[in-house]
């Protein structure tokens, strides 16, 4: 299947107890966010490629 973005893409799951999944389904909308130039090759090549990333439209309080 050809998506946007990375090829590591994640799914939600759908579950009725909101405690459960509330951190993953806010980890996930940011994950699969990620652009297609982030490496995966190694943690040490994707921790400089999130280094450059803007994440402040998922943050939750945001001052602009």
């Known amino acids: 299947m050809l998506t946007r973005g990375h090829a590591y893409k994640l799914y939600k799951s759908r579950s009725s107890n909101v ?3 509330f951190f993953a389904s806010r980890v996930v909308t940011v994950w699969n966010s990620l652009p297609d130039s982030v490496g995966f090759t190694s943690f040490a090549v994707f921790k400089r490629c999130i280094r450059n990333i803007d ?9 602009v």
Do not use: A, H, P
């Not at 994440?55 to 001052?63: A, C, H, I, R, V």
């Open 19 to 21: 405690r459960v999944i």
């Open 55 to 63: 994440f402040s439209e998922f943050l939750k309080y945001n001052d």
